[in-house]
């Protein structure tokens, strides 16, 4: 079982922040964005990472070699294995988050988490028994959603009684939640022809989710603990404040 840490945008809206610094590895609380991250994948024991890069990607590389060395606490102990799909040396900029991800699925395997590399929610657990109740199951993904921020007011997508997510209208008289990046994935939702994404086709992810929504392939559920995108220098300051 593997995991995907999305770590390829550019982070246009926190420059300068990432003029020189890719967005994964601002600080929060005296850490990386990204450390938050690998530390609590480790703790749920899932230890076999996929990082895809493209701005400044070899710092994030280097970052994350240092840091899980023998000598880290990075890992809890835990022997990690990280590759890595470098959208920026590949292709010349990153792939859109499904491109990237249809582009490492060859590292994947059929069933794996992902997560935004540039999303804040230190008290989120990766477990092993949500894997096996997607596993147990025939969806294609499962999203776990949160309430939504004032940045995104309106929200992504519906829930419905039972846990499916829904393709609900922005208008819609029904609630929408903000999707936090975290789900569970088969890689048949990614699939396109020919493996791999040889020719590094970009492909945002919404349109495909929406798709699988409107065939009840897609499960979700609330996620109530603290969740913060990092999308602006102030958003990231308020983080440091407290």
Do not use: C
């Amino acid at each position: 079982m593997k995991a995907m840490i999305l770590a390829a945008g550019r982070g246009e809206r926190m420059r300068p922040l990432t003029d020189h610094t890719p967005k994964p590895l601002l600080l929060v609380r005296g850490k990386p964005l990204i450390a938050w991250h690998v530390e609590a994948l480790a703790r749920g024991g899932f230890t076999r990472l996929v990082v895809n890069t493209a701005w400044l990607g070899e710092q994030i590389s280097v970052y994350l070699s240092s840091q899980t060395s023998p000598h880290s606490n990075m890992d809890g102990g835990r022997v990690l294995s990280i590759s890595y799909s470098h959208e920026g040396r590949d292709f010349g900029g990153a792939l859109e988050t499904a491109g990237g991800i249809a582009r490492a699925l060859p590292q994947l395997g059929g069933v794996f988490w992902v997560l935004a590399g540039d999303v804040f929610v230190p008290g989120f657990e990766f477990l092993q028994r949500d894997v096996d109740r997607f596993v147990a199951g025939n969806k294609l993904a499962h999203l776990w959603l949160v309430p939504n921020p004032n940045h995104n007011l309106k929200g992504d997508f519906g829930l419905s009684a039972d846990g499916l997510a829904l393709n609900l209208p922005a208008n819609s008289e029904q609630p929408r939640y903000t999707f936090s990046t975290i789900a569970l994935y088969r890689k048949a939702l990614f699939d396109m022809p020919p493996p791999g994404n040889p020719q590094g086709l970009k492909a945002p992810l919404a349109p495909l989710l929406r798709r699988a929504m409107d065939n009840q392939q897609v499960s979700a559920q609330l996620y109530p603990g603290a969740w913060t995108d990092v999308g602006t220098p102030e958003r990231l300051a308020e983080l440091n404040q407290t």
